[in-house]
Structure formats: structure tokens, C-alpha cells
């Protein structure tokens, strides 16, 4: 099959474009999926730069961890899955312990069952792609956090991945009473059209200047220090980038297919919805121009790839 693959850590011209790449094997409680879009994510470029060999599984690797594609095989004790169901997910359980060698950027990836769950019927595969890894990092660092109704949020790098997702599920899923969030002047609208009450455009003003306190900080960027001194009396920051100083955590998702299939209907309903950077989909054979662009740190978004330009 063809797939990116890379021998050996190192920048984007590490990634190679191969087609003789062996389709994998299933285990039994697999399933395998016939890839039609799969998304981009930094957790990838940083696998790629050597950042987590310690953990890492042995080279060499086919990247990717979001997927959306069909079911063309099952494994004897998978129960839930059958074939030409269309599905999506992580299919990475633990995004730096282990991650599997081959990954969603090929024509076939093996996938545990759990991992995955049915598309949403109102999504395409691009739309579903750009779901799983970022969607499931939100939701899992609201739900440490404890965050419920009532309670106000602070989202750093509200127009990236999970930082788009943050702001919609703080208040359609979790009951919001005040959401603010930060970005780049160009994204400010953005910011208010998923869900943001304040928008705060961080090269204007510094937000821990700024007088509101908030319940949970949630840093989807890299600036804890500064979350710190916006949390109030009893809140906490959420950092999905590195350590907290108190108070506060970091985390590093644990996928689940559960919790896709538990969002679907916010995802049916249209409430929640991915945001794509204007550039997706990219073509198959210019995967390695994607993570090029996701680098830059310019992306709005998700940015997705699909084998099919037509869905």
C-alpha cells in the first residue's frame, strides 16, 4: 500500500512517500480501516523531531493518529464493528506511550475496536477527521477539571484545534456561565462564533493584565505561567502542553471511542462542529506540504488530508 513513512527522526524531508508499504495485520480485536481522510496534529511533528524516543515506539514509522474511513475487515472478537461501516477515531491510545508504528497516513490502518466509533451521518470524512484526537483532549481535560454548569472558562489558543473545541463544548455540553478566549486579531469573529463571550486578541492585550478571574484556565498553548494568575480563589489551569505550577494539571489523552459516540448527538445536531483551516483537505501526495504549513504555526483549525478529493 502506499504511506508516509519516516526511517529516522528529523524535519519534514524525514517523510517519505513509499508504496510498498505492507498492508497490516489485524489482531482480534481489531478492525481494519480502509483510510479516506486522516487529520494532522503537532502531537506528530514532535514524534517526528525525537521529542518523545524515550516512549517512542522502533523506527520506522507511518505517523497519524486521527482517522475517518471504512471498515474492511474485523477481528473474531470484535462485536460492535462490522464491515463498510464508516467510522473515525484515535488510534492511539496512549498519544506518547507506545504509539503504534503504523498510523492513519496510509491506505490501511489497524485499529482496536474501542478506539473507534460510527460517523456522524451529517459529517463527511474530512469534517470526521478532524474530530477525534483534539475533541477527545477537550472533553477529557474539562471532565479532570471538573468543569460544570455555572462555571466561567479562560481558552488559550481558542481558533486551534482544541482550543475551538474547548469553547463548544464548555457551553453547549458543559453549561457555561462565561467563556473567554484568546487568538490573533484575524480570528477574533471566529472566536465569538463558536461560543466565546470575550474575545481577546493577545497582540493587543495581555490577558493576565486583563481584571476577570476565572474558574478553570484552560492553556491549549504553552503559557502556564501566565494562567496561573488568572485562575480565582478556588480554580485551576489545565495545560495540555507541559507541567503546571499549582494550581492546575497537565495531561495527555487517553483515546476513547466512547467518548465520540457519547458527543454524537451535539455532532448530529450541528452544535459542535469541527473548524477546518482553509487550506483542508490536502491531497495524499502532498501530506508532507501539510505538516510543512502546520509547523509554521499559521493553521486555523484542523488541518486534514484525504486519499479522495471528491468527499
Known amino acids: 500500500m502506499k504511506a508516509w513513512k519516516y526511517d529516522e527522526y528529523g524535519g519534514v524531508d524525514a517523510l517519505k512517500l513509499v508504496t510498498d508499504a505492507a498492508v497490516p495485520e489485524i489482531n482480534d480485536d481489531q478492525v481494519l480501516v480502509r483510510v479516506v481522510a486522516a487529520a494532522l496534529n503537532p502531537v506528530d511533528f514532535k514524534r517526528r523531531l525525537g521529542y518523545f524516543k524515550a516512549s517512542d515506539s ?103 484545534g482544541v482550543g475551538s473545541f474547548v469553547i463548544q463544548l464548555a457551553k453547549h455540553v458543559f453549561g457555561a456561565s462565561k467563556i473567554a478566549a484568546t487568538s490573533s486579531t484575524g480570528k477574533l469573529e471566529l472566536l465569538k462564533s463558536l461560543g466565546a463571550d470575550v474575545a481577546i486578541d493577545y497582540t ?20 502556564v505561567e501566565k494562567a496561573v494568575k ?54 495524499f501526495d502532498k501530506v508532507n506540504e501539510a505538516y510543512a504549513y502546520l509547523e509554521s504555526n499559521r493553521a486555523t483549525g484542523k488541518l486534514v488530508y484525504t486519499r479522495y478529493l471528491e468527499v
Do not use: C, H, M, W
Not at 206 to 218: A, I, M, Q, S
Not at 250 to 275: A, C, H, N, Q, R
Open 58 to 160: 522502533p523506527l520506522p514509522t507511518i505517523p497519524g493518529y486521527d482517522v475517518a474511513g471504512v471498515v474492511v475487515k474485523v477481528g473474531s472478537r470484535v462485536k460492535g464493528l462490522k464491515e463498510g461501516d464508516e467510522v473515525y477515531g484515535d488510534v492511539n491510545k496512549k498519544a506518547l506511550d507506545g504509539p503504534k508504528r503504523f498510523g492513519t497516513l496510509a491506505e490501511y490502518t489497524a485499529v482496536e475496536e474501542r478506539l473507534l466509533a460510527l460517523k456522524p451521518k451529517n459529517l463527511d470524512f474530512v469534517q470526521a477527521a478532524a474530530l477525534p484526537l483534539a475533541i477527545e483532549t477537550a472533553y477529557e481535560g474539562l471532565e479532570r477539571a471538573n468543569f460544570g454548569k455555572g462555571k466561567s472558562i479562560l481558552v488559550l489558543n481558542g481558533a486551534g
Open 204 to 223: 493587543k492585550e495581555n490577558f493576565e493584565e486583563l481584571p476577570d478571574r476565572y474558574d478553570v484556565v484552560y492553556d491549549a498553548i504553552g503559557q
Open 230 to 283: 488568572v485562575v480565582n480563589e478556588t480554580g485551576l489551569v489545565v495545560s495540555i502542553t507541559g507541567a503546571v505550577p499549582s494550581p492546575g494539571f497537565s495531561f495527555v489523552l487517553t483515546s476513547d471511542g466512547s467518548i465520540l459516540t457519547k458527543l454524537s448527538p451535539y455532532l448530529e445536531s450541528g452544535k459542535v462542529k469541527p473548524v477546518l483551516d482553509p487550506k483542508t483537505p490536502f491531497p
